[in-house]
């Protein structure tokens, strides 16, 4: 096959010239690497965001805040929000199915000499159908429970290890903050969220517990309520506002300084955060590739300039000019493609060393890398083609002069 | 073998002004002939090799090779024929740097069809007595090696003829009269050469003479006493 011997002997030919292989490499490196580097970074903030917002909204759920800010951010001066308010909504406000009180409180819990800094969710009984989340083990807790008060936990994978090691916490007690409680059951794992929010190292308690017993507040901190049409959620939220409004007797104008945030918003925010991954962040690779491509051409004209006497040569001794351009961008596309795929290596490591840091879900390589090949092997194709005709066009006689 | 009617070649100069590198040539060479063609700079000895070599097309007249009209090939076809019956040695040798004189006796073969080419290769090698430095690199040998390297290159696709340019202008007097043995042996076997050269002495080696002057052909003569190497050193 004449292709195959073409490209050895253009392989022989690189190497000939390793300092101007090893930079049109590097161009290829450097290109590639960032490229894999954010998508595959890209792909995994993305899932986690994406799984992140899934769990906390689900697909019909509105979740209430007390703040102003935006989620995420920070929050304004807490509104006196009410489990009776929510109670209220659920009552008042048409296509509300299910709802869910929070509070919360980071406190450290402790079993024997075993300690651990726990963030507690206080929650009524309807948490799991409301959160989709329960536990893997053991109990859930009834309506009974929230209404007494009972002291009762369900722990995470993290708050088991650390306070109970290899040992089956059902049935023990822990003490969170100064109150005994006794471990009913164990949360679904959950894993870390794109915060970085450890969510196994969490411990949910009924939330008259929690506020009677713990914190002594009146107040919660955010509420979930699920509605039975979420293509309707702009009305809802309108709907509810109102509702709030009227019971805490604002006047126009006068800031509420709750958020509301709603199925369409999330989705809203999803397609955003997609936007900004599969668009703006490869372009960015991509200019970085482009230079690298611009460096190689120009390196590679450069050579050609070198080589007119070995170009006359090889005309001479019978090469077509097609066989003068194939070389010249065989030469170009193998060497891109060596350093893409040493980018490709390189930036998945970086990628997945990036991730550990960020405390993202693992890294998947493949399609950093299939993206990887596919454009180094392109940017060296269209690096190598002014070159090559450029060779291919030298007449013979005057090249060997 | 060869046959040249009326070859005229005309360049430009950037001026936009006509030259005349050769004017009306006619020449025939014979299979197995050595024929060496003398001038001084600016005959038009030259244009007369890269016409004969194919590398570029007279202005007018007519190139048989072999009996086949070669002035209306294409580039491909013309290619293909330096390939198969033309074998080239330069007075610059070019030869890639940084490449074994192996790699580089191979280098016309890359272009043909023909298999085991490291034997050939070899082969070629042993020919011009190289045998010894095949993996050497063209700076770690003489200049006598490095157009002995340049010979092999040009045999190893066995062509029919062999089209030499100044062969001996880079060279000392001794690796010189080597090369010229070379031709001579090579030529006793049957192949055709044409040597083209400034220098009336080395031309004397050859059986037969063609002297060009400002582009014209004004004599061709059978050399009776064709130079004796062994003599000469």
């Known amino acids: 096959m004449k292709i195959i011997r073409m490209a050895r002997h253009s392989l022989r030919m690189m190497s000939r010239y390793k300092l101007r292989t090893g930079f049109m490499m590097m161009g290829s490196l450097i290109g590639i690497t960032s490229l894999t580097f954010v998508v595959s970074v890209g792909e995994s903030a993305e899932r986690g965001v994406n799984t992140m917002l899934s769990q906390t909204f689900g697909d019909h759920g509105i979740v209430v805040m007390a703040g102003g800010g935006e989620t995420g951010g920070p929050r304004g001066t807490a509104t006196r929000l009410k489990i009776d308010d929510i109670a209220a909504l659920a009552k008042e406000v048409p296509g509300i199915e299910d709802w869910d009180p929070v509070q919360t409180l980071t406190t450290s819990v402790r079993h024997g000499d075993a300690s651990d800094n726990a963030r507690v969710l206080g929650e009524s009984e309807r948490w799991p159908q409301v959160w989709n989340r329960t536990a893997s083990r053991g109990d859930l807790f009834d309506e009974t429970a929230v209404t007494s008060s009972a002291r009762v936990a369900i722990i995470g994978e993290t708050v088991s290890k650390e306070l109970f090691g290899n040992d089956d916490p059902i049935g023990a007690e822990i003490q969170i903050g100064a109150v005994p409680f006794r471990v009913i059951g164990i949360l679904e794992s959950w894993g870390t969220n794109a915060h970085g929010m450890d969510r196994d190292n969490e411990i949910i308690i009924p939330i008259s517990t929690l506020m009677r017993r713990l914190t002594n507040v009146d107040t919660i901190s955010q509420a979930k309520l699920v509605v039975t049409d979420p293509d309707r959620s702009d009305d809802t939220k309108a709907e509810m506002r109102r509702v709030l409004r009227e019971r805490y007797g604002l006047t126009a104008g006068q800031p509420d300084g709750l958020t509301i945030v709603t199925p369409m918003q999330t989705r809203r925010m999803v397609s955003q955060v997609q936007r900004v991954m599969f668009f703006y962040v490869p372009i960015v690779a991509a200019i970085t590739l482009l230079v690298g491509g611009i460096v190689s051409a120009t390196l590679m004209l450069s050579s050609v300039n070198e080589r007119v006497a070995e170009i006359g040569l090889r005309r001479a001794v019978g090469a077509l000019p097609a066989d003068i351009r194939l070389q010249f961008l065989l030469e170009t596309t193998i060497t891109m493609l060596i350093g893409g795929l040493a980018g490709i290596a390189f930036g998945y490591t970086v990628a997945q060393l990036g991730a550990i840091q960020m405390h993202l879900g693992g890294v998947n390589p493949w399609t950093a890398a299939l993206l990887g090949f596919c454009a180094s092997t392109l940017v060296g194709l269209l690096a190598g083609v002014l070159p090559a005709l450029r060779a291919a066009r030298l007449h013979p006689a005057e090249a060997l002069r | ?233």
Not at chain 2, 4 to 32: C, F, H
Not at chain 2, 102 to 107: A, D, K, P, Y
Not at chain 2, 132 to 153: F, N
């Open chain 2, 1 to 233: 073998m060869i046959e040249l009617k009326g070859i005229n070649k005309t360049y430009k100069r950037s001026s936009g002004e006509p030259v005349s590198a050769l004017i009306d040539i006619s020449l025939q060479i014979g299979r197995g002939e050595f024929v060496s063609i003398v001038g001084a700079s600016g005959s038009g000895k030259s244009t007369m090799m890269n016409i004969l070599g194919l590398l570029d097309a007279p202005s007018q007249g007519q190139y048989l090779l072999d009996g086949q009209d070669v002035t209306t090939l294409n580039v491909n076809r013309q290619a293909e024929l330096r390939n198969k019956k033309i074998g080239f040695i330069f007075q610059a040798f070019h030869l890639l740097p940084r490449t074994t004189a192996l790699e580089n006796v191979e280098l016309p073969l890359l272009y043909s069809d023909r298999e085991s080419t490291k034997d050939l290769s070899r082969k070629a090698l042993e020919a011009v007595n190289l045998s010894e430095r095949i993996h050497h690199h063209p700076s770690e040998l003489s200049g006598g090696e490095q157009q002995r390297v340049a010979i092999a290159r040009a045999l190893v696709n066995e062509p029919d003829l062999l089209l030499a340019d100044e062969p001996t202008g880079n060279l000392d007097r001794r690796s010189a009269l080597e090369i010229l043995q070379i031709f001579q042996n090579l030529n006793s076997a049957g192949r055709t050469i044409v040597l083209i050269t400034h220098d009336q002495e080395i031309a004397n080696y050859a059986g037969r003479m063609v002297r060009l002057e400002r582009g014209h052909m004004i004599s061709d003569n059978r050399i009776e006493a064709k130079g004796a190497v062994q003599e000469a050193l």
